[in-house]
């Protein structure tokens, strides 16, 4: 099939190299010239595992190629797919505006009969308005087609999905996207528009709340002297609860699972309804993302000049994605606090120093990083991190020589037999441990 992506962010380059991957002809859209012209020379200037390999080949066999919504020869082909971002408005609700651009703009240009595929995450109720205001005065079919990639591992979660949603309320559109995802043999559900909204919605909205649930319990942990991860083995072997999603830690980042869970708390009061539990769960996730303030509060009785060593920026391993990151969330915390605060990430240092600026000083390697500071965070578990020459590190750091662990990546007895004070997230070592120290 012939297919248009418009938003070529993480998710449309993605969609884009895999649906050629999978052998249709895809145009990827998007409003800025230099990501085009990136694409075009196989440079994605996002970093996601494999999807530069996979852009290379399918421009080179011609399946793949991108281009700019103002070309004159747009021809959109059968299905077009929208991929641009829904990020938060300050008060927590999603701002659709790249979406109302983006449709606007397809449904001028697309043929009679053709589908407008949602994949980007909107809030449930759009889909149908949506459709009601573009599609039906022009015979497009509206699909709802939520994304469930996690970055970092999105590539391989586009071609072995847990489930096809297929939101839809014409049966010959919603079989013609069952054929776009041929090749790929998971489950698939065909539903309602708003139905398919909501599952998107609820996804994430229930991964965040798992991920604060052992976050509650690894502070129960903290204070009771057991280790959340044993918790965690007992609670996942039981088949209901399962235990993807139990790692304690700094909480969730990224573009999505922070942003969902604020849309329903956001829009709950516009219904009259109280989202006592998601707030919770976004209360829970802010205060993890503090640990490293607390320890250092705890432990210094100066937190001037306290120096810093912050070991990964991405919100979590395998992206260049700095959104709602713990890491620049704490850094900024303290280097307002008068600590000398230093960072490194393999991938995101550029990202990261765009948003950072010259409150925090950048380093271009982990030794450079961990030399004479007082206490290092390992905020996101990168494999060159975790495989770092510890030793070394604890030989050129300088009292009290704190190893914060904040996804609790590392073997407690391992650290502490180097002589590392060692604090992870529940492991039942908290910064009260350490009042010996009194620095
Ligand atoms: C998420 C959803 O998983 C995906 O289905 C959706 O399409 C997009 O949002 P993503 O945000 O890319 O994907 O990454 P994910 O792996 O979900 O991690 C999100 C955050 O939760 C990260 O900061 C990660 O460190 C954190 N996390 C994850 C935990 O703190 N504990 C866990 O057990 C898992």
């Known amino acids: 099939m012939k297919i248009s992506v418009i938003g070529m962010g993480y998710a449309g380059a993605v969609t ?3 649906l050629a991957e999978l052998g249709h002809y ?3 859209y998007d409003i800025d010239h230099r990501r085009i012209n990136s694409l075009n020379s196989f440079k994605p200037q996002i970093f996601e595992p494999g999807l530069e390999k996979l852009i290379e080949k399918n421009c080179e066999i011609k399946r793949l190629k991108f281009q700019h919504v103002d070309d ?22 999603p701002n659709l505006e790249y ?11 697309l043929q009679q009969n053709s589908i407008l595929l949602m994949r980007s995450t909107v809030q449930p109720g759009t889909g149908d308005l949506i459709s009601t205001r573009f599609c039906e005065n022009k015979n497009i079919n509206y699909i709802s087609c939520p994304e469930f990639l996690k970055e970092g591992e999105a590539v391989s979660d586009f071609f072995t999905p847990d489930r096809i949603i297929i939101g839809g309320n014409n049966s010959d559109a919603i079989e013609k996207v069952v054929d776009l995802h041929s090749g790929i043999s998971s489950p698939i559900i065909k539903t309602k528009i708003i139905a398919a909204e909501m599952i998107k ?17 690894a502070n129960f942990c903290e204070a009771w002297g057991a280790d959340v991860d044993d ?3 007992g609670l996942g072997l039981d088949h209901r609860i399962g235990k993807s999603f139990l790692n304690a830690g700094v909480g969730f980042g990224g573009s999505c699972l922070p942003k969902e869970t604020r849309a329903f708390t956001s829009l709950a009061s516009n219904y009259g309804i109280k989202s006592n539990l998601l707030e919770s769960v976004l209360e829970v996730n802010e205060y993890q993302s503090q640990i490293p303030f607390r320890i250092i509060k705890d432990v ?7 120096k810093v060593g912050i070991l990964g920026m991405s919100f979590k391993p395998n992206t260049d994605d700095i959104r709602e990151s713990p890491s620049i969330k704490i850094a900024q915390t303290l280097s307002k606090l008068g600590c000398q605060v230093s960072c490194f990430d393999p991938v995101s240092n550029q990202k990261s120093e765009e948003k950072l600026g010259s409150t925090v000083k950048f380093e271009t390697s982990i030794e450079n990083l961990t030399t004479n500071k007082n206490i290092i965070l390992l905020m996101t578990p ?13 030989e050129s750091m300088i009292e009290p020589k704190i190893l914060f662990d904040g996804r609790n990546s590392l073997d407690p007895a391992i650290m502490k037999n180097i002589g590392f004070n060692y604090i992870g997230v529940g492991r039942g070592i908290s910064s009260s441990h350490l009042d010996h120290l009194s620095w």
């Open 16 to 18: 884009s190299a895999c």
């Open 26 to 28: 895809v145009t990827g």
């Open 72 to 93: 004159s020869d747009l021809d959109l082909g059968e299905i077009t797919i929208i991929t641009v971002g829904t990020p938060s408005d300050p008060n927590g609700s």
């Open 99 to 109: 979406i109302w651009k983006s449709v606007e703009w397809a449904t001028e240009h």
């Open 201 to 217: 919605f609820a996804s994430n909205a229930f991964l965040a709340t798992k991920i604060s649930f052992i976050n509650e319990m």
């Open 231 to 233: 918790v965690k083995e």
């Open 300 to 306: 210094f009785a100066d937190m001037n000049n306290v």
């Open 382 to 394: 990168w494999e060159i991190i975790l495989n770092s020459n510890w030793h070394q590190i604890f």
